[in-house]
Structure formats: C-alpha cells, structure tokens
C-alpha cells in the first residue's frame, strides 16, 4: 500500500518510488522508477534522482560563460525545477506572470540588486499601470517570493532578505441569483430541456463546476448508488503546456467547435479537478437521477453533454448559459453564479457546513464559508430574531 507520494509497496515487499525525469513531445510526463527494501530508501533515492534532473537544466536556463545569471534565468529555473509537481493550469498560470509581469521588470537585474524600493515600484505598477486586482497582485508578488526564496537557496543563502509588502485584498460581495431569478431560470431549462440546459441545471443542483459538469462522463454516474462520481475537469491551456493527468483519457477532442480550436494557440484537454478535495462523490437528487436516466446514452464511456466520446468546451456551455439568463432577465451572472447559488440554498436549508463542504469539493470549512456561504437579509433577520427569547423587554 502507499505510504507516501509516488511510493508503493509492491507485491514482492520491495517498495517503488516514481519521479517525472523527462516529457514526451505531446507533454505527457516520462517516469523513472526507483526501488528499496524500504519506504526511506525507495524514496531517497527517487529524491536524489530529481535533484540530478533539476542540476541538469536546459542550456537556455544557464548563464553563459563569465555571465553572473540574472533574474529572467531564475525564474526560468524555478519554473523548471517546481513543474513536476504543478498541476498543467497552475504551470501555465505562473509562466504567464513570469513572461508578462515579472521578467519585464526584474527579467534583466542580478538577485542580489532587487532592492524593496522597486518591489513597491512593481506593486504599484500592477495595481494602477495595469489595473490588476489586489487580489491578483498579491498571487503574482506571492510568485515572486517563491522565485527570490529559490534563487536564494540556489545562491548559498547570500542574498539579503527583501520584504515585500501585500496589497490589502478586499472581498467582493459574489453573485447569488436570488430567489426569483432562480425560478425563472428553472422554468427555462425545464421547457424542451436539452443536454445543455441539464447541463446547466446539473451545475445549480449540485455546485459542480463547469470544467467537471463538460469532463462528465456517463461511466462517472453511479445509478446504483445514486451519485457522481466528479473525478475529471475540461480546461484549456496553451499549447506546450500540457501534460496529460489521466493516460488513459489523453485529450478532449472539442465538440462542435473543434475545427476552429484546433488552429488556436491552446488546447482542450481533460485533467485531474483543482484539488485532491475536488475529487468527491456527490448524491443525486430525485429530479437529477430521473433527467439522467433520460439522457442516458448506450455507450458509458460517453461524454454527458455529447453523448459522444467529444467533450464539450466549457466556453460553449457558457455561451449557452448566458443566452438563458438573456431570455430570463438575468443581468451580471456566470456559471461560477450557479455554484455560489447552490452552496447558499443549501445553508438556507440547514446544510451541515461540514457536508456541504464535501459536496463542493473544498478542503475546509472556512473556504466554504468565507467564499460561498452569502446569508440573505431573511435569513440574517431570522437568526437575529432568535435572540427575543433571551433579552425580553
């Protein structure tokens, strides 16, 4: 049985480590395979092996001879020696905001000249010259770090701490369809429903994302134990950064728009859920089980909203969603809307938070609450009515 990341105990009693040592052309990981009596020494020697490919870095990572390396090479570097274990979306994210936002400004200075002056020169360059959100500028300045923390390991810890101050983040009041909007909604789907309009109501009933509402396959639905099965995501990255999560399910041939997608510069692909708390089972409700069983292709290795082995994009599902709320009235929403609506109706229902928790695949309480839990006046009046009993007049 597993005792750790990537190390198995085999059948013979040997224990089996497993690293990334390289990537085939597609960008689906090569494995190495270490072995040991033991669980450490099994993983000692994967560890060491990882360490002699992150040594081994690509000529284009190096300063050249004579040459001190500036920051654009440590970041590189970074990025090299962290992207075994970043998620594809979470590798493209940061290359992103290296190549954009960190190289342009720091790209060409030494390590050891960064000085916390132009680090607030950088912060304010985001916040106005850009117009990055706080939020956004803290994700990119907290990638900074990460790089400067790095470059200083890799430079024998001779650099100068340099302290990075934070934009404060303000949270935004989300989106919840109330009530009203909600029914109309409804309504609409209900009338001549179609594999996207369950698609969209999937999405309300459950909390499911639209990555892993377009990922869904049949195989995924469990009719004997009435549940979901949410294992998968549809997302789109660029080109050259993907690396396939699952090798059996290598790629997500687009649906309808697949011929025009296919000439742009990212790709369609099917990979793990954002987190290991993504991966969770979900119960069908009556309705939910009922529209499946109509919808139910005879091949089960079929996509849910295709019936077919083409998954659709999610930038289609989503154009269809905001047709629907058009023809409902529904102004400033997205599909995102529809999980924030979902995890509110469930604490107006008296969800246990632990449970709804679970259901929208988080992995605390706190993010459940702070993110999606958005009690209404009623239900704030109400709970404070609660209080007549212990302070009488």
Same mark, same amino acid.
């Given at each position: 049985?597993?005792?750790?990341?990537?190390?198995?105990?085999?059948?013979?009693?040997?224990?089996?480590?497993?690293?990334?040592?390289?990537?085939?052309?597609?960008?689906?990981?090569?494995?190495?395979?270490?072995?040991?009596?033991?669980?450490?020494?099994?993983?000692?020697? #994967?560890?060491?092996?990882?360490?002699?490919?992150?040594?081994?870095?690509?000529?284009?990572?190096?300063?050249?001879?004579?040459?001190?390396?500036?920051?654009?090479?440590?970041?590189?570097?970074?990025?090299?020696?962290?992207?075994? =274990?970043?998620?594809?979306?979470?590798?493209?994210?940061?290359?992103?905001?290296?190549?954009?936002?960190?190289?342009?400004?720091?790209?060409?200075?030494?390590?050891?000249?960064?000085?916390?002056?132009?680090?607030?020169?950088?912060?304010?360059?985001?916040?106005?010259?850009?117009?990055?959100?706080?939020?956004?500028?803290?994700?990119? %300045?907290?990638?900074?770090?990460?790089?400067?923390?790095?470059?200083?390991?890799?430079?024998?810890?001779?650099?100068?701490?340099?302290?990075? @101050?934070?934009?404060?983040?303000?949270?935004?009041?989300?989106?919840v369809l109330d009530e009203k909007e909600e029914s109309a909604l409804v309504q609409l789907l209900a009338q001549e429903m179609d594999a996207c309009k369950f698609g969209v109501y999937l999405a309300l009933r459950t909390g499911m994302r639209i990555g892993e509402i377009c990922a869904l396959r049949w195989c995924d639905i469990s009719?004997? #134990?009435?549940?979901?099965?949410?294992?998968?995501?549809?997302?789109?990255?660029?080109?050259?950064?993907?690396?396939?999560?699952?090798?059996?399910?290598?790629?997500?041939?687009?649906?309808?728009?697949?011929?025009?997608?296919?000439?742009? =510069?990212?790709?369609?692909?099917? /990979?793990?859920?954002?987190?290991?708390?993504?991966?969770?089972?979900?119960?069908?409700?009556?309705?939910?089980? @009922?529209?499946?069983?109509?919808?139910?292709?005879?091949?089960?290795?079929?996509? %849910?909203?295709?019936?077919?082995?083409?998954?659709?994009?999610?930038?289609? %599902?989503?154009?269809?969603?905001?047709?629907?709320?058009?023809?409902?009235?529904?102004?400033?929403?997205?599909?995102?809307? %529809?999980?924030?609506?979902?995890? @509110?109706?469930?604490?107006?229902?008296?969800?246990?938070?632990?449970?709804?928790?679970?259901?929208?695949?988080?992995?605390?309480? /706190?993010?459940?609450?702070?993110?999606?839990?958005?009690?209404?006046?009623?239900?704030?009046?109400?709970?404070?009515?609660?209080?007549?009993?212990?302070?009488?007049?």
């Amino acid at each position: 049985m597993a005792r750790g990341e990537n190390v198995f105990q085999r059948k013979d009693g040997r224990y089996e480590a497993r690293y990334i040592k390289g990537r085939r052309a597609d960008g689906r990981p090569l494995y190495g395979f270490c072995y040991g009596r033991t669980y450490e020494e099994a993983k000692d020697k #994967a560890d060491r092996a990882r360490e002699r490919i992150e040594q081994t870095e690509p000529a284009a990572q190096k300063a050249k001879p004579g040459q001190r390396p500036d920051m654009a090479c440590f970041c590189d570097r970074w990025l090299s020696a962290n992207s075994a =274990r970043l998620k594809p979306s979470s590798r493209a994210k940061y290359r992103t905001d290296i190549e954009n936002h960190i190289k342009p400004f720091f790209g060409d200075k030494l390590p050891g000249e960064i000085l916390p002056e132009e680090i607030d020169g950088f912060t304010r360059s985001l916040l106005t010259g850009k117009g990055l959100s706080p939020k956004t500028v803290r994700s990119i %300045l907290t990638l900074f770090h990460s790089i400067l923390s790095y470059t200083g390991k890799r430079s024998g810890g001779k650099l100068p701490d340099v302290e990075i @101050t934070y934009p404060k983040s303000f949270r935004k009041n989300t989106r919840v369809l109330d009530e009203k909007e909600e029914s109309a909604l409804v309504q609409l789907l209900a009338q001549e429903m179609d594999a996207c309009k369950f698609g969209v109501y999937l999405a309300l009933r459950t909390g499911m994302r639209i990555g892993e509402i377009c990922a869904l396959r049949w195989c995924d639905i469990s009719f004997e #134990a009435a549940a979901i099965s949410v294992c998968h995501t549809a997302l789109r990255l660029p080109r050259g950064n993907v690396c396939q999560a699952d090798p059996d399910r290598p790629s997500a041939a687009a649906g309808d728009d697949g011929g025009a997608l296919a000439l742009s =510069r990212t790709e369609l692909v099917i /990979g793990t859920p954002k987190s290991e708390s993504s991966l969770r089972l979900i119960p069908l409700m009556p309705d939910i089980a @009922t529209l499946c069983e109509r919808f139910r292709p005879e091949e089960p290795e079929a996509f %849910l909203l295709t019936g077919t082995d083409r998954c659709m994009d999610p930038r289609k %599902l989503q154009r269809h969603l905001k047709k629907y709320l058009e023809e409902c009235g529904i102004p400033e929403a997205h599909f995102h809307t %529809l999980r924030h609506t979902f995890a @509110t109706r469930c604490v107006e229902a008296g969800f246990d938070v632990k449970t709804l928790s679970e259901i929208l695949g988080h992995s605390n309480i /706190g993010i459940t609450m702070n993110l999606y839990v958005h009690p209404n006046l009623d239900l704030k009046r109400e709970n404070m009515n609660r209080l007549k009993s212990l302070f009488p007049l």
